[in-house]
């Protein structure tokens, strides 16, 4: 009973360093999302996947790099981190596939990242 | 574009009174709207959904309607309780698989 599974919980670095946030998805879902959630702006958009094999950028995709490994996996990649990158990162998925949004996203427990 | 405004909190409120999140959206087309709670140190989990116009979510004693006429999604309920203390976040989806989100409004309940 997995659900979105995101590694690590935590973690701190220093700027200039590159990490990767793994996320997997259990529920054989064709889209996966990245989210980063600030204090009083909500959630913004990073990265999407609508399929295996594709990628678009969401909102806020500068400094970011992703991978869709396969169906399961969504990869989120910090090349050089900035203080500015601190923040709570969710990576999601949803069934959706096209069309309208009509299906709800389902949401891993959340990486806080910290840049210093 | 597409968007989603929703009250600023934090809301504070005595356990057993009555709980309405103001939510309003913009968006072309027929999105479907969702509110979603989030409990300290946890990942979003979704609350209720309406996936057209005069649609009512419903669960665990809260309600949304999905008013087109006045684009807005307000979440109510009738008897708020100390457990239902969280961040509250409207959003709505829309073509592409995208999903747009509100800044979020914290509910404090105190006994």
């Known amino acids: 009973n997995a659900g979105v599974t995101q590694t690590p919980k935590f973690q701190v670095l220093k700027t200039g360093q590159s990490m990767t946030l793994q996320c997997a998805q259990d529920m054989n879902h064709n889209s996966m999302y990245w989210y980063r959630q600030d204090p009083g702006m909500g959630l913004r958009l990073i990265y999407y996947s609508a399929s295996e094999g594709t990628t678009d950028k969401g909102e806020v995709p500068n400094g970011y790099n992703v991978s869709r490994l396969n169906k399961r996996e969504f990869s989120l990649r910090l090349e050089s981190a900035a203080p500015s990158q601190t923040s709570v990162y969710f990576c999601?998925?949803?069934?959706?596939?096209?069309?309208?949004?009509?299906?709800?996203?389902?949401f891993g427990q959340g990486t806080r990242l910290t840049v210093v | 574009g597409n968007s989603v405004t929703q009250m600023e909190g934090p809301v504070t409120l005595s356990e057993e009174a009555f709980l309405t999140i103001n939510c309003t959206y913009t968006a072309t087309g027929y999105p479907s709207l969702f509110w979603y709670v989030q409990y300290p140190g946890e990942g979003l989990q979704l609350l209720l959904k309406a996936t057209k116009a005069d649609d009512k979510g419903s669960n665990k004693g809260f309600e949304a309607t999905y008013r087109k006429e006045t684009t807005s999604f307000h979440l109510e309920k009738g008897s708020v309780q100390v457990s239902d203390s969280a961040v509250y976040f409207c959003a709505l989806g829309y073509n592409f698989n995208k999903f747009y989100f509100g800044s979020g409004t914290k509910l404090n309940v105190k006994p």
């Open positions: 999601a998925s949803s069934p959706l596939r096209g069309g309208v949004g009509n299906t709800e996203a389902f």
